[in-house]
Nanobody, 115 residues
Framework: QVQLVESGGGLVQAGGSLRLSCTIS????????MGWYRQAPGKQRESVAT???????GYADSVKGRFTISRDNAKNMVYLQMNSLKPEDTAVYYC?????????WGQGTQVTVSS
């Protein structure tokens, strides 16, 4: 049974930084990708950053140059370093992994950026 638990969210002023962590338990054999998504009130969930099993990364245009996704294979963790945060980054952030054709999600962590 694969489980994901996010941590690191909170309240920060515009221009500040946060680091989100996602702890993955269970077997991740045949991992395809890991990623972070977010969902703001009244909006659809959107992809923020992804990292493939080969280590290739991708980012939404809105966060390029400000957010960095990384992983620690030994600890089964994935991170999202968020710098220069803006009020429009306010959302619930979800960790996601794709194993084969099956997607797993965490429960989400709230990030609130005040102006």
């Amino acid at each position: 049974q694969v489980q994901l638990v996010e941590s690191g969210g909170g309240l920060v002023q515009a221009g500040g930084s946060l680091r989100l962590s996602c702890t993955i338990s269970g077997s991740i054999f045949n991992l395809v990708s890991m990623g972070w998504y977010r969902q703001a009130p009244g909006k659809q969930r959107e992809s923020v950053a992804t990292i493939t099993g080969a280590g290739n990364t991708g980012y939404a245009d809105s966060v390029k140059g400000r957010f960095t996704i990384s992983r620690d294979n030994a600890k089964n963790m994935v991170y999202l370093q968020m710098n220069s945060l803006k009020p429009e980054d306010t959302a619930v952030y979800y960790c996601n992994i794709l194993i084969g054709w099956v997607a797993y999600w965490g429960q989400g962590t709230q990030v609130t950026v005040s102006s």
